[in-house]
């Protein structure tokens, strides 16, 4: 007999709980090794904003997401290259970290709390800092999945009484321009409750083109198959057209990768400049590439 759409969903709900538990001990362990070796990580993403839901359960578990120090970063990553560590599946690098970010690690760090988990403590971030952090990382996937908004809504409902907006806002208009809209699709989208947080002007002027954008991409749930590599279809110029059609990128992405702001103004001049940045990127290899069929 065919399982009903309840009998689906309780399933994947117990499927996910238990993952969950499995996560959580794989966090705590994680910890305990790179303390051990004099590491201090901050966990990010995960567990960290999965504490923040009504149950762990209702928010799968992806990989084990760490910042640690710029001078540690080699010691942890060969010791979490180790074949007995490999099955955490954690990954160290984090571009709404490293690189959009503005605060440092340190300074991250200073405003970090240590939670108890299992039986030893895990670092996670600063309410304000995760929020933000959680608002790069929603923007620089062009808000693909929905539960990177769900995260949002999370932290956005379960920030403290004190919270610090000029702290999650930060001291650059472009990156509190994200955040804003950030919040504001979560909000539009989700109903995310902004209760009396001083940004309901800035996170209600959204641009015109970010929902239908955010909508776009959730119409599509998995990620489109992209097919050889685009250096294949160097010489079949119809192909090439379709793989480059393929790649577009959205203009969310497009934005963020170039440092732009989410506003009015059109995006595809951000589309096609980020189209061109990544051609240079690719043309060195194209050029080894037909070399080496050259007759």
């Known amino acids: 007999m065919p399982v009903d759409a309840s009998e689906q969903l309780r399933q994947a709900y117990l499927h996910s709980s238990i993952y969950a538990a499995k996560h959580e001990r794989d966090v705590a362990e994680t910890f305990k090794v790179l303390r051990s070796a004099g590491i201090e990580p901050i966990l990010i993403k995960g567990w960290a904003i999965a504490r923040s839901y009504p149950e762990t359960g209702l928010r799968p578990p992806g990989d084990i997401d760490l910042c640690v120090s710029p001078e540690q970063q080699a010691a942890a990553k060969a010791i979490l290259d180790m074949p007995e560590y490999q099955q955490y599946w954690i990954d160290l690098e984090h571009d709404e970290v490293d690189k959009l970010d503005e605060r440092s690690f340190q300074e991250l760090y200073s405003s970090s709390e240590l939670l108890k988990l299992e039986n030893t403590e895990v670092r996670v971030l600063g309410a304000e800092d995760h929020l933000r952090i959680l608002c790069f990382h929603l923007l620089k996937h062009g808000a693909w999945r929905p539960l990177w908004l769900c995260d949002v809504s999370a932290a956005l409902e379960s920030r403290p009484a004190r919270f610090d907006w000029d702290r999650c806002l930060g001291g650059n208009k472009r990156r509190a321009n994200w955040v804003l809209c950030a919040i504001g699709l979560a909000h539009q989208l989700l109903d995310a409750r902004l209760g009396d947080a001083p940004v309901r002007a800035g996170a209600s002027g959204l641009p015109g083109w970010l929902i239908p954008s955010v909508l776009e991409q959730w119409n599509a749930?998995?990620?489109?198959?992209?097919?050889?590599?685009?250096?294949?279809?160097?010489?079949?110029?119809?192909?090439?057209?379709?793989?480059?059609?393929?790649r577009?990128?959205?203009?969310?992405?497009?934005?963020v990768a170039a440092g732009g702001r989410l506003n009015g103004v059109p995006r595809l001049p951000f589309q096609i400049g980020n189209c061109i940045?990544?051609?240079?990127?690719?043309?060195?290899?194209?050029?080894r590439f037909s070399q080496r069929y050259d007759c």
């Open 221 to 246: 749930p998995y990620s489109p198959n992209l097919g050889a590599p685009i250096r294949e279809y160097v010489w079949e110029p119809v192909k090439l057209f379709k793989a480059i059609r393929k």
């Open 248 to 255: 577009w990128p959205n203009p969310i992405q497009a934005t």
């Open 277 to 287: 940045v990544r051609a240079a990127r690719l043309l060195p290899e194209l050029m």
